[in-house]
């Protein structure tokens, strides 16, 4: 009956996360980095092994290889929506040992719809990520197992998954705190796992980083200014963009406008409050300490940003704090569904789970849509409004005559943005420079028989009137995208 019950959770949650991501995967897109990747991809391996991640450097350059284009691509975001579904998998695998509960199996699928998981489904570039953080999960498991085998397979996993990328590699660490306040485990226990990992990581990272810096020696590659420690004298700054940034936008659950300071405390700190109660009424039934239960699960949640935290770095991006806004997701969520079985018992004294069904039946929906607007209006239309604005322009160029080369006059003042976070901000990747080149590039090389060398960038349109040389001015780009936008959206 429970295995039953097990089963037919796993396949609601996982098809959850489908129905969730799969029009994202298959929609044809491109965006930032991949355009790097397949244009110059030397350029993309210098960057990944100069922050001594030389695993994604090689796999990064392989996967797009042989997946290098639009159509191809969708399959790099499928593998990373396998990842996803890989790490559901296993943390309810890890579920089972002890609890057998439909609701907790949910709580852990819906976090995992948090924007910082879109990245590997949404971007072809990130479909790593995920599978670096189950790698991370897998590691911490073997680690925990008795046999010295299996203990030397988990430090060789996680020293892979940390020479990966470490922001998600140390995703396991929310996963236990997490998993602790689902099982309902005491501090101790939480307190060992999260001693027990903090040595894996150690060890690991010794590891992993011994070998980067190894092959950054070799290969002749400089280190990343992000790659040294934080000094005392940043510390103070430090501080402050943790808890201004990376805590607070955990703590807006599924959110990814920039908000002012008062927006952001007004919907940060209702969350803070759900899960100190549901701590305090954790412990208050369980006989714990509430400040050492506050204190493990702080302590968990922030060592899941701990590359952030050591990094003088202060860069803040949805796909580097997947760990903590999981974790904090999963617990609004499960405190969540706490106060409302309270209610329930309180106005229809009846232990029918009728306000927690409703909440989460709706909670699904909404963030089903949402995750697929959110797509479709920022990643989706993009890449073909990009390709028609370019490829209209160059067909403008071209009733003048035939076309040697593309001179980009680049923008003039500040690069526009939304009111978002991270890669969320972004109207255009013609908007950057440097990548803009590569974006024209892509669009052209293959329809116009342009190479690298006949695409660059100029400072003032007088380019424009030099015979066969097409002028595509950046700080045209709003118009041209406002003509382009319907053609975008019907080929969609």
């Known amino acids: 009956m429970r295995q039953s019950i097990i089963r037919r959770a796993d396949v609601i949650c996982i098809a959850v996360l489908i129905s969730a991501y799969i029009p994202g995967v298959l929609q044809r897109s491109l965006w930032s980095d991949d355009y790097t990747t397949l244009v110059a991809p030397d350029e993309a391996k210098s960057l990944h092994l100069s922050d001594a991640r030389p695993i994604y450097a090689y796999i990064n350059i392989a996967s797009f290889y042989f997946f290098n ?235 899941s940003i701990a590359p952030l935290i050591v990094s003088p770095q202060n860069q803040i991006e949805f796909r580097l704090i997947s760990g903590i806004s999981w974790g904090i997701a999963s617990l609004t969520i499960l405190y969540l569904l706490d106060a409302f079985k309270a209610l329930e018992h309180i106005i229809w004294r009846t232990k029918l789970p009728i306000l927690q069904g409703i909440s989460i039946t709706a909670l699904i929906v909404i963030l089903i849509v949402n995750t697929n607007v959110r797509f479709t209006n920022l990643f989706g239309n993009s890449f073909q409004v990009n390709k028609l604005a370019i490829q209209g322009s160059i067909k403008n160029c071209e009733k003048r005559g035939p076309i040697y080369a593309v001179g980009i006059l680049e923008l003039e003042g500040v690069i526009p943005r939304k009111s978002n976070l991270g890669i969320y901000s972004a109207y255009s990747d013609l908007y950057f420079p440097g990548l803009s080149e590569k974006v024209v590039f892509y669009f052209t090389a293959k329809e116009y028989g342009l190479s690298k060398e006949q695409i660059f960038t100029i400072e003032t349109s007088e380019f424009g009137e030099l015979p066969g040389v097409c002028t595509f001015d950046l700080n045209d780009l709003e118009s041209l995208f ?11």
């Open 69 to 303: 284009n639009e159509h191809s691509a969708r399959f790099l975001k499928f593998f990373g929506l396998m990842g996803i579904i890989a790490i559901y998998s296993f943390l309810s695998w890890v579920l089972k040992e002890q609890d057998y509960s439909f609701k907790n199996r949910l709580i852990v699928a819906i976090a995992l719809l948090v924007p910082s998981f879109q990245m590997p489904a949404h971007w072809a570039h990130a479909w790593v990520l995920s599978w670096t953080a189950f790698f991370g999960l897998l590691a911490s498991y073997l680690w925990s197992r008795n046999s010295l085998h299996r203990r030397l397979v988990g430090i060789i996993l996680y020293s892979v998954s940390i020479a990966t990328y470490p922001p998600t590699a140390v995703f396991n660490f929310a996963a236990i705190v997490v998993l602790g306040s689902l099982k309902k485990e005491s501090n101790f226990q939480i307190f060992v796992a999260l001693r027990r990992n903090t040595v894996l990581f150690l060890a690991s990272s010794i590891l992993s980083f011994a070998n980067s810096l190894w092959l950054m020696t070799v290969l002749d590659y400089p280190r990343a200014d992000r790659l040294r420690i934080v000094t005392l004298n940043e510390i103070p700054e430090k501080v402050f963009w943790l808890l201004s940034r990376p805590v607070t936008a955990s703590l807006r659950p599924f959110m990814i406008d920039s908000p002012s300071p008062l927006v952001a405390m007004m919907t940060a700190l209702p969350v803070l409050v759900l899960i100190l109660l549901g701590l305090a009424r954790d412990c208050k039934k369980s006989r714990q300490k509430l400040m050492r239960r506050t204190l493990i699960i702080s302590f968990g949640l922030l060592f």
């Open 482 to 492: 406002k003509d382009q936008k319907r053609k975008a959206s019907n080929l969609n």
